[in-house]
């Protein structure tokens, strides 16, 4: 296949699953056993591609809450915001000096994308007996937190499941405020990771050999579909349960373990 074919596959990849609940790193490194491996660069780009999208779909809410600081309200759900954005950093952080790092095999995303499927009927079962909650409490933002982490080292877990998950297991059990939670806190988190890397390439002298046409190229296509799933989802979860998602992630586990 065209390389140039490869890398806009790539990021239409990224596009669909990033903020769908079925593993945008799963996907990548399944992809990329037939397609190639990309740099690490590459990846963490062509996420912040989809985390732009999420930027213009709920930049009019951003804007309020940062204009209306003042209030109190919005004043606490912004605090709640850094709170799990400074677990992420700090987690991501240990994670690192502990040499936690994704492994590059398909068993371990296999695993990961049937347990996460069964997790989320395990999760939907709970909310249908729950009360809907769409208050942020503090609790909900140290569990998303502790989500992006382990969605970070564990690779096929997803981070928008992970997150979006743990915020309704800890009691934002409304599927609309549970998911815009997890979005907004993803925005900081994936533009710290891009800009951690592009740190890293720089220290390295790898810039020149960064292939920067792909990595754009990838980055605007995964900003596009992003846009267009995510508009979707949206839409999808106001009357729909994440069923249909958990239902994906077991067949796929399944299909990957069988062909290994």
Do not use: C
Not at 74 to 89: A, E, G, N, P
Request: glycine share 8%; charged share 10%; net charge neutral.
């Amino acid at each position: 296949m065209d390389y140039l074919l490869q890398t806009i596959v790539l990021g239409v990849i990224e596009g669909i699953t990033e903020f769908l609940p079925i593993s945008s790193t799963g996907h990548l490194l399944i992809a990329e056993h037939w397609l190639g491996q990309r740099s690490e660069l590459f990846n963490v780009s062509i996420q912040a591609g989809a985390i732009l999208a999420v930027v213009l779909i709920y930049w009019q809410r951003m804007w309020n809450l940062l204009l209306g600081v003042s209030v109190p309200a919005h004043r606490d759900y912004l605090m709640k915001l850094l709170l799990s954005f400074l677990i992420t950093v700090v987690g991501g952080f240990i994670a690192k000096q502990l040499g936690l790092e994704l492994p590059e095999t398909v068993a371990p995303v296999a695993w990961a994308l049937i347990i996460g499927g069964g997790v989320i009927f395990l999760v939907e079962r709970y909310v249908t007996h729950h009360q809907v909650i769409e208050q942020v409490t503090w609790k909900v933002a140290v569990v998303v937190g502790l989500g992006q982490i382990i969605a970070a080292v564990f690779p096929g877990t997803s981070r928008s499941a992970a997150t979006i998950f743990a915020a309704m297991l800890a009691g934002l059990t409304s599927r609309p405020a549970a998911t815009e939670f997890a979005f907004l806190v993803g925005i900081p988190t994936m533009f710290a990771a891009t800009g951690y890397e592009l740190l890293k390439v720089i220290k390295n002298d790898q810039v020149m050999n960064e292939d920067w046409s792909a990595l754009t190229v990838g980055f605007v296509v995964s900003a596009v579909v992003a846009f267009v799933a995510v508009k979707w989802l949206l839409r999808y979860i106001q009357s729909h349960q994440f069923i249909v998602f958990a239902w994906y992630r077991l067949v796929l586990g399944a299909v990957l373990l069988i062909a290994l």
